[in-house]
């Protein structure tokens, strides 16, 4: 056993789960038998907090969580919130109409809620991938809570085309947007992210960066790998992710979560 490990962080979509959404018994098993030895193992996604909280739930982690690519900590034993970091995206009209302006579709996520205005097919697919049911409103600046996360979402080649613009359009506003999948563009609080909220679970837990382990796939993931004592990049993750990693794993479709626990831990 590799005694230097002492808490995990384990990105969702595209890591933990295989390409049709679902889990598999022997990671599950696995990250519980780390559990059972008082390693934190936590689920550090960009999934609003209530829909991770589920996943959760399923998979029987008992310990604490990063929702909302590092807007939220969560304590699921206390159900207390350690950190939250609110971008507060419908008090600012202009921000929000630079947003409605780009076309793409445009939700905001509070702690329990996701707000939305009326959608297609393809949007109302997407939501139930992701075991999401949001509110539909017709006026997003009516919205009367705290919002952490804005995300927009398009073809892979529109978000493309509004990454060139969107943070030279933003940067007038306390705010950071990027790209947390080939279709997704979050917009968020200027100091959130998972490398810091795993920089924040360090000192929470008295634990070194050393003694981490991060496990991710994609671009907001980069940071908590970097952060990280052992950065876990997944097989099937962009190169460039791959090179900032200390070690590559097998992909989400091939127990690449495993793998990599079982190459560090055993």
Known sequence: MNNKIQMIAIDIDGT????????????????????STHIPVMLCTGRPLKATKQIAREMGIESYLISDNGAVVHHLAS????????????????MLHILEK??????LTSLEEMY????????????QKYRVSPLIVEDMREIDDSIVKATLFDSPERIEAIMKDLPEQLKAYPVQCFQSGPTFIDIMHQESSKGNALHFMSHHLGISPESVMAIGNYYNDLDMIRYAGIGVAMGNAPEDIKEAANFVTDTNNRQGVKKAIEHFWR
């Open 79 to 94: 159900k207390e919130n350690l950190s939250v970091k609110e971008v507060a995206v419908q008090r600012y009209p202009k």
């Open 116 to 127: 939305t205005k009326p959608h297609n097919q393809t949007v109302a697919e997407l939501y």
């Open 16 to 35: 933990l789960l295989d390409d049709n959404y679902r889990w598999d018994s022997e990671t599950r098993d696995l990250l519980l038998e780390l559990q």
């Open 102 to 107: 780009t076309g793409a579709h445009l939700d």
